[in-house]
């Protein structure tokens, strides 16, 4: 289990430094880094409510997204399915 | 005197009334709610696929290998709320869902392209959550069946804790344990034998399970057979595959026009973690079933992102860095743009891009050595770009679709492509009732 976790950070480490997606990782913790400077009042949500606003994947896309786990090799981070089941055909 | 003393005796009722602690009546007229069904959720969609290099046949790309998928899904989920003394919500969902499919790949279990080409899923699930609305908490347990044909059964249990603050911002973490039973059916080539030999006529007996599951008893005199039967059942042995995940989110509402979230899944999974009637071909031509490592740890982080531009269009991205124990790496962007027609009308065209880098046991057909310890001809493991488009619509006016109940409904159309041949069409369909 261990030596499995120490391989998997060392893959990590090697593909943040290779490509650019550094640079994205840090853009997303800076944005969330600022998140505590607004303050948004209830009566000021009206757009932050809309349906299509929110964070979570819409209940249509329920079988597309279990689609795309059984025919590519990565799943989770998602709100969908990180392991149980077969899917193999 | 005697008026004096019955004023004292006044004025001492009169505070001994204003400070007394005699029960009051809740002034808001607060009644506890029993469960009640608040919401049903009908989702169906239709999945059509052409592939070849199936992994039943090793990845071979002709005849043999095509990986044509059709799929029928339906689920049902019904939600109840409620809310106890303590004003706290209590949410109930039960969900069902069903699907039927045909799989060309199937029949190739057996290596005459015999076998069961179809099979059903089911899924029932139970969630609860209890909310207190007023410290912002949330506590939730839930628990999850599926059995697919012959293949696997799988069993879940989850818990949630999910905490919100007073910057906007909520914090959840998710405990997930799937529990699977993998059911060892092999290609025919490598069925289990259980002879019975009489080494004296050269008499044997051999027993078959299909991938129908179906078990027969061949009885073959001197090689030759002379009768089948299916009489005979036999438990068809399983091994077991465990799935254990922890997942943390935070989502944060930013400004009065955006709102984002991270996600970070920590996944190990232990046990049979390949399929038994997934072939491999070795570079000698001779076949073999995958063998994959009893122990995989994937770690996906996830990234969101919803924007409202102006006052008709939304930006809702996503973005997903995943690698794993096995040596794949993928990366994953999506955007949708939502655009309200009307308040009540949205249309929303949506593009995907995922592209992953290939597992190290992963070898195309014929390209396993003999002497490789963990071998694939999956190509789902295999290094491929993919695209997916759509688009689809959201109808949620106020007065309902056609009649009160029926709130929303979403229909959506997407096209998915995969650099390894592997095309599909998907259209699916939401209904919300209330």
């Known amino acids: 289990m261990l030596y499995t976790l120490r391989k998997t950070f060392i893959l990590i480490k090697v593909n943040i430094k290779s490509n650019y997606m550094s640079k994205c990782f840090v853009l997303c913790l800076v944005i969330f880094g600022l998140s505590s400077c607004a303050h948004v009042k209830e009566y000021q949500k009206s757009r932050i409510n809309d349906s299509e606003m929110s964070l979570s994947n819409r209940n249509v896309e329920k079988n597309e997204l279990n689609a795309e786990s059984y025919r590519e090799g990565s799943s989770g981070a998602n709100g969908g399915k990180t392991g149980g089941g077969c899917g193999c055909n | ?434």
């Open chain 2, 1 to 434: 005197m005697k008026k004096l003393s019955l004023s004292v005796i006044g004025m001492y009722l009169m505070m001994a009334h204003g400070f007394s602690q005699a029960p009051v009546a809740d002034s808001t007229g607060y009644k506890p709610k029993k469960l009640k069904l608040d919401e049903v959720n009908f989702v169906t969609s239709y999945y059509d696929q052409t592939a070849d290099k199936s992994a039943v046949m090793g990845g071979e790309s002709g005849p043999r290998g095509i990986a044509n998928v059709t799929d029928f899904a339906s689920g049902l989920d019904l939600t109840f709320i409620g809310f106890d003394s303590k004003k706290r919500k209590n949410t109930l969902a039960l969900g069902l869902g069903v699907d039927f499919h045909t799989a060309a790949s199937q029949a190739y279990v057996d290596s005459n392209g015999t076998a069961k080409n179809n099979g059903t899923r089911i899924n029932p699930t139970l969630n609860w959550t209890r909310e207190n609305e007023q410290k912002g908490t949330s506590f939730g347990l839930g628990a999850y069946y599926s059995a697919e044909h012959n293949y696997y059964h799988s069993f879940g249990l989850n818990a949630t804790v999910s905490k919100k603050n007073k910057t906007n911002g909520e914090f959840s973490l998710k405990m997930v344990g799937f529990f699977d039973k993998i059911n060892m059916i092999y290609p025919s080539e490598f069925y289990p034998v259980d002879s019975l030999k009489n080494t004296q006529s050269s008499d044997s007996i051999v027993y078959r399970t299909s991938a129908s599951g179906q078990t027969q008893a061949f009885l073959y005199n001197n090689g030759q057979l002379v009768g089948d039967s299916k009489i005979h059942k036999q438990q068809t042995p399983t091994k077991p595959r465990n799935t254990y995940t922890a997942s943390l989110s935070f989502t944060q509402i930013l400004n009065q026009r955006m709102q984002g979230g991270v996600e970070l899944d920590l996944v190990y999974q232990t046990g049979y973690l390949g399929l038994p009637f997934h072939r491999v071909f070795y570079n000698t031509g001779k076949d073999t079933i995958e063998n994959l490592p009893s122990q995989r740890f994937k770690l996906p982080i996830g990234f969101r992102l919803n924007y409202f531009l102006g006052d008709n269009i939304i930006l809702r991205s996503y973005y997903r860095f995943y690698v794993d124990s096995w040596g794949l790496v993928s990366n994953t962007f999506n955007l949708e743009v939502p655009v309200k027609i009307t308040p009540f009308i949205s249309v929303s065209p949506f593009y995907r891009l995922y592209i992953q880098s290939a597992a190290r046991y992963f070898a195309p057909y014929k390209e396993h050595k003999e002497q490789d310890q963990y071998f694939t001809s999956n190509y789902a493991l295999a290094s491929f770009t993919s695209n997916l488009f759509g688009a689809g619509i959201r109808l949620a006016p106020p007065k309902g679709i056609l009649m009160k109940e029926l709130r929303v409904l979403e229909l959506r159309y997407s096209h998915y492509m995969q650099t390894t041949n592997l095309n599909a069409n998907i259209i699916s369909l939401n209904l919300t009732f209330k």
